[in-house]
């Protein structure tokens, strides 16, 4: 294991290895405009949702790691407190990381990348029209994180309003996760799509508590076949099924392939039957798969 203290690091050597390590990291394409109106646009991964009661965004233009400067974006936010966080999805990400380039002030970003200008409600920036979630926000606090080169800048933005674009949604009036087709930004050069292929599900943990790995039984816990993954599925179960229960699953037709075919080998036996419960797990039959490791 390569074991770094980061006082030891340089600031580009830091921004490095954290921005690859701590990714995909979403991307808040700020508008914001300065105390004469005039209007900035610029991408920032240092972000996330914080709170939902208040709706609360973070931000953070940091300062330059090559030079200390400060980003028009912060100076903006000092002035006029008050910004659109526009959601960037894959058709935008181009466009999107042409509007990070250096411009001098009072060059607007949304002319430099060609984005539509739409004009908010509630706060002087406007929005970036072919974002498919306009968020109006209200700058409540910026917290410097330090004066050195790589500093942070928290920009803390209350949600206002929200727009969203209707192709976004599902038949109920929800985002479709698969339909938002979202970017995410990671070390270097390296960005990610969301795309349906590559979403999936996880159940939440059981409000009644799961039993928790270190229940099941010392030859599951060790099994050379179950992965973490499938440990964590059969953790998340309220119980574990009872002897009868158990004993069922032996008409089962593949757990009664298995029993017939491996009597006296019981090395296979446990394998094979791991290996069944492997593929119950990827189906989401998870009580079924218990049963079958519990034989
Ligand atoms: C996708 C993406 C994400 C970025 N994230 C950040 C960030 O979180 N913080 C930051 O200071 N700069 C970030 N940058 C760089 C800024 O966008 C860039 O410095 C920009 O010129 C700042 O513009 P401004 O001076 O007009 O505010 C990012 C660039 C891209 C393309």
């Known amino acids: 294991m390569l074991t770094l203290n980061t006082a030891d690091l340089s600031p580009v050597q830091l921004q490095n290895y954290l921005q690859y390590a701590i990714a995909p990291r979403p991307i808040c394409f700020a508008s914001t405009v300065d105390a ?47 910004c659109v966080i526009n959601i960037v999805n894959y058709a935008m990400v181009q466009q999107t990381s042409l509007a990070s380039t250096e411009y001098a002030k009072g060059v607007n970003e949304f002319e430099k990348a060609g984005f539509g200008m739409l004009e ?46 209707e192709e976004i949604l599902d038949a109920d009036g929800k985002i479709d ?51 973490g993954n499938d440990l964590g599925m059969l953790g998340n179960v309220e119980q574990l099924p009872s002897g009868e229960e158990i004993d069922g699953m032996r008409w089962n037709t593949a757990v009664k392939d298995i029993l017939d075919a491996t009597i006296g080998d019981a090395n296979n036996r ?11 797990l990827a189906l989401g039959q998870v009580q079924d798969a218990l049963k079958v490791v519990l034989l």
């Open 36 to 82: 004469d109106g005039q209007v900035n646009l610029s991408p920032f991964s240092f972000f996330n949702l914080f709170g939902s009661n208040p709706p609360m965004c973070v931000f953070s233009p940091a300062r330059r790691v090559r030079d200390n400067t400060t980003k028009h974006t912060l100076e903006n936010v000092l002035q006029v407190k008050e």
């Open 120 to 165: 908010s409600l509630t706060v002087k920036p406007p929005r970036v029209a072919e974002a498919p979630v306009q968020l109006e926000c209200v700058v409540k606090e910026v917290i410097a994180l330090g004066d050195q080169h790589g500093a942070g800048n928290l920009v803390l933005a209350e949600i206002k309003v929200i727009h969203i674009k």
């Open 177 to 227: 996760q698969a339909k938002i087709d979202l970017v995410a930004r990671l070390g270097g050069d390296w960005y990610c799509r969301v795309t349906a292929e590559n979403l999936f599900k996880v159940a939440k943990p059981l409000t009644t508590l799961g039993i928790g790995v270190d229940a099941l039984p010392v030859s599951v816990r060790n099994s050379r076949v179950l992965t």
């Open 270 to 280: 446990e394998r094979e039957l791991h290996e069944l419960a492997h593929q119950l």
